[in-house]
């Protein structure tokens, strides 16, 4: 038998979908995110392939965000389907990407 304990918190919390904005899609060298949770915060973008490998990370300090919107490039990645997970501060948020050359 399995117990599962509700009461115990990662310190993670996870978002809806339309917390965070990403667009084009499907993209072809790289995406907007944009997002009023970016607001002087620090910002960290992975890029995962399909089959889960880390592909690209980067972080982007409060002075790289730009009206609550950056840029995230990948311009050596080949077409396919991609996930991006987004942490900003205690919040993470997973989308999914479409790269087309």
Same mark, same amino acid.
């Given at each position: 038998? @399995? ?20 667009? &084009?899609? &499907? ?26 490998? @880390? ?19 990948? &311009? ?9 997970? @987004?942490? #900003?501060?205690?919040? #993470? ?9």
């Amino acid at each position: 038998m @399995i117990y599962i304990n509700s009461s115990i918190s990662t310190g993670i919390e996870t978002l809806d979908n339309e917390s965070v904005m990403v667009y &084009p899609n &499907p993209a072809q060298e790289f995406i907007n995110l944009s997002s009023e949770l970016f607001y002087s915060q620090d910002v960290k973008i992975i890029l995962y392939s399909s089959s889960g490998a @880390i592909l690209k990370t980067q972080d982007f300090s409060p002075d790289e965000v730009t009206n609550n919107k950056l840029e995230f490039h990948f &311009p050596d990645i080949s077409d396919g389907y991609f996930l991006i997970r @987004i942490e #900003v501060g205690k919040y #993470v948020i997973t989308k999914n990407i479409i790269i087309r050359k």
